[in-house]
């Protein structure tokens, strides 16, 4: 069993910058791969972004890609998304996962996962 805890969500201005952060317990950690995904109420889970567990291969989803960055410390059993210029578009629950048989991308950026967080808000204001 896995539990993620995501911290980090709040209230931003257009432009700016938020760190959020997921903590991971359970067995494993190192070998699994961590995503990131928001979703807005009334739409579907969207990719965001995601790490494999050496943390040398990173995928991100075209309209974040160059404003955010994902990372992690398998020390710690962290994953966190840094999150800069900052756009209303951006507004939405953001939900840590973690998928632990090295799933292909497009896998993964459909949302087949295995575990999942219970998000936490983020809110870009105009």
């Known amino acids: 069993q896995v539990q993620l805890v995501e911290s980090g969500g709040g209230l931003v201005q257009a432009g700016g910058s938020l760190r959020l952060s997921c903590a991971a317990s359970g067995r494993t950690f190192s070998s699994d791969t961590m995503g990131w995904f928001r979703q807005v109420p009334g739409k579907e889970r969207e990719f965001v972004a995601a790490?494999?567990?050496?943390?040398?291969?990173?995928h991100y989803a075209d309209s974040v890609k160059g404003r955010f960055t994902i990372s992690r410390d398998n020390a710690k059993k962290t994953v966190d998304l840094q999150m800069n210029s900052l756009k209303p578009e951006d507004t939405a629950v953001y939900y840590c996962?973690?998928?632990?048989?090295?799933?292909?991308?497009?896998?993964?950026?459909?949302?087949?996962?295995?575990?999942w967080g219970k998000g936490t808000l983020v809110t870009v204001s105009s």
């Open positions: 790490i494999r567990g050496s943390g040398d291969v990173t």
């Open positions: 996962s973690v998928d632990k048989f090295y799933r292909p991308l497009a896998s993964l950026t459909r949302g087949v996962m295995d575990y």
